[in-house]
């Protein structure tokens, strides 16, 4: 078996004839330091991510999430340096022209930002830009049955009063409205991949069970491949509810577990993974006295290569185990 | 006991629409007053008329003794220093031209300081949120969404202030980052008073971190009281929403 760090096909994937919708293999991702150098914040990463398949992304507060989905998408920051490819219906996203990029984004690749802002223009009514996004990929006809769509996307985001937000700036509606806004965006195309992330941290546990029904819908219809960054391991759990759905777990810019999701949440074999499951705040441990992740295991950056533990589950070794 | 922080009656209109209508709650020294509710049921916008950075249409806001909206120029600029912001969009409230280190000391000379201590300062406030000493040269751009939140709290609790109004504070962090900044929250609280007004849609972290809770719902409080109480036994049709949902994605 080759190194499971660089290839597509360890962890999570039985089947090598399923087709993929996007393959990203080798990725790594650097910044300058400001010490001289180059910081690595993702580190030769392999995903693929199958047609109608869920894959979610869990992992440290800045291990390369973002930057690494930014990137397989064709959107990495332009002071990054980029290795690898990533290939999407037989177009090398890492080094495909603007025009190409744009030609994918919105209609055959939707994106939920991080941070909402970040893609609503603030100088715009809602309304304007979901109209324009259906109208531009000719998902309306015309302006007026762009209107009538466009209240109706946002209702399927359970907002409460789609007429009022219409009207609104994005200054004048709440974080998580936004943060739906975004998704309506995100879908009003029906794309063939999606890439959210965090898409329902502004949420409330229900209408975050609604957004991921939402999102579960459409890769029932149009055999969406979704790759979906979360801290929440209950919805974790919930939008990876098919038995081909995966959990990646990041540390340090690697991918240091990948398997099915009820291998990853119900059967952890990494360390890391194991304490990040346990640290839940809850009620009854004293204020003060949550579990957190040692220092040892978070701040470690030694790991072996991924290897299979059992059929379709990596785990990246400990040093120990890959001298021994 | 008095309160370090309360309103009374606030009343709040974007145009034809109400956000806020009659919404009135009390906050004790080293206390925590959890806030719930729907997205848009006005939580955001309660949290910045607390802080004066918006006027209620009616209502009372006092900070310790003072009427928050009647306060000087000068009364005022003592007041920012006493109750702090952690804003529920927290790379945009940094400023995109300073460092993590030009933020923080910002803060340590409007409190007097001295230069010399600054830098170990810095180091220390970034350690209580789990970050290294890495950071301290990073723009806020270069950050990602739970550093950029960190580095707010760090600003935050910086001013040593009474109160501190988190909004939706800890949710871009993963679990154990997230454990590690409540315990710093829960030490504030212990060691210093300090206050907190926690606004939160993630009900185990409210039912960790709350003595109090506060459930708007459309702009209206529909339920308050002692957390216990409010979540074990909930009056609203909302509030049982809220914890069946939860309970539906746990069972998983
Ligand atoms: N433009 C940039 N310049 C320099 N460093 C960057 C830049 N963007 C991101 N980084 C660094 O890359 C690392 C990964 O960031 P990323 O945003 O991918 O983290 P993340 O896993 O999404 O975290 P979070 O859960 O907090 O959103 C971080 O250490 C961050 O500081
Ligand atoms: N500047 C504004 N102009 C017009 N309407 C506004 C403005 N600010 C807020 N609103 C409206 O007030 C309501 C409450 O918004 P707020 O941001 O307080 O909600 P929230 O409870 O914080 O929601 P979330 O959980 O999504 O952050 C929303 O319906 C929003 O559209
Ligand atoms: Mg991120
Ligand atoms: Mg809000």
């Not at chain 1, 995903?47 to 999430?65: D, I, P, Y």
């Not at chain 1, 055959?108 to 970040?118: A, E, H, K, T």
């Not at chain 2, 802080?51 to 006092?62: E, F, N, Q, S, W």
């Not at chain 2, 926690?198 to 109090?212: G, N, R």
């Amino acid at each position: 078996m080759s190194l499971g760090t660089t290839s597509a096909a360890s962890g999570g994937q039985l089947d090598d004839q399923t087709p993929l919708t996007l393959d990203a293999s080798n990725v790594s991702v650097s910044f300058r330091s400001p010490r001289g150098g180059w910081n690595t914040v993702v580190d030769s990463i392999g995903l693929g991510l199958e047609r109608s398949q869920v894959t979610v992304l869990l992992g440290e507060s800045g291990s390369g999430k973002t930057v690494f989905a930014r990137t397989i998408t064709g959107m990495a920051h332009p002071a990054a340096k980029v290795e690898g490819t990533v290939e999407f219906d037989g177009v090398e996203l890492l080094s495909a022209d603007r025009r190409a990029l744009r030609r994918l984004h919105g209609d055959r690749i939707g994106m939920v930002p991080q941070d909402p802002n970040s893609s609503l223009d603030p100088m715009r009514r809602i309304g304007g830009q979901i109209t324009e996004t259906l109208l531009q990929h000719g998902k309306a006809p015309n302006r007026a049955a762009a209107l009538v769509r466009a209240t109706e996307l946002l209702e399927l985001v359970h907002i409460a009063d789609p007429e009022r937000v219409l009207h609104n700036y994005p200054h004048e509606i709440s974080g998580g409205m936004r943060q739906r806004v975004a998704i309506a965006i995100a879908i009003c195309c029906e794309p063939e991949l999606i890439i959210a992330d965090e898409p329902s941290s502004a949420l409330d546990a229900s209408v975050g069970v609604q957004v991921v029904r939402l999102l579960d819908d459409l890769r029932e219809r149009m055999e969406t491949a979704i790759l979906f960054i979360t801290h929440d391991i209950g919805i974790a759990a919930l939008i990876a509810s098919k038995p081909h759905d995966r959990v990646a777990v990041m540390l340090g810019g690697r991918i240091v577990e990948l398997g099915f999701a009820h291998q990853v949440l119900h059967n952890a074999q990494h360390e890391y993974t194991r304490a990040l499951l346990a640290a839940e705040p809850s009620a009854n441990t004293p204020r003060g006295e949550l579990a957190v992740v040692p220092d040892e295991v978070r701040m470690r950056r030694d790991w072996g290569p991924l290897r299979d533990v059992e059929p379709g589950h990596a785990v990246a070794s400990t040093p120990q185990e890959v001298t021994a | 006991m008095s309160s370090v922080l309360a309103a009374d009656g606030i009343v709040k209109r974007f145009g034809a629409f109400t956000a806020l209508d009659g919404v009135s709650f009390r906050l004790e020294r080293g206390r925590t007053l959890g806030v719930v509710g729907e997205s848009g049921s006005g939580k955001s916008t309660l949290g910045r008329i607390v802080m004066r950075l918006m006027a209620p249409d009616a209502g009372v806001v006092t900070l310790g003794d003072d009427d928050l909206f009647s306060m000087t120029e000068r009364q005022l600029r003592m007041a920012r220093r006493r109750i702090q912001l952690v804003p529920q969009d927290p790379r945009h409230a940094l400023n995109p031209t300073m460092t993590v280190q030009q933020s923080l000391a910002f803060q340590l000379r409007a409190q007097g300081v001295p230069t010399r201590e600054w830098s170990a300062r810095c180091v220390e406030l970034l350690a209580r949120v789990s970050l290294t000493a890495d950071y301290l040269h990073a723009y806020p751009h270069e950050l990602s969404g739970g550093q950029a939140q960190r580095i707010a709290i760090a600003r935050a609790i910086a001013n040593n202030p009474e109160v501190i109004v988190a909004d939706e504070a800890v949710s871009a962090l993963d679990k154990s980052v997230q454990a590690q900044v409540l315990n710093t929250f829960a030490e504030l609280q212990s060691d210093l008073g300090v206050a907190l007004f926690f606004i939160s849609h993630d009900l185990a972290v409210i039912e960790h971190i709350s003595d109090d809770v506060l459930v708007l719902n459309r702009g209206e409080v529909v339920e308050s009281g002692p957390t216990r109480a409010v979540l074990d036994d909930p009056k609203d049709p909302y509030t049982r929403v809220l914890l069946d949902a939860r309970h539906s994605a746990e069972a998983v």
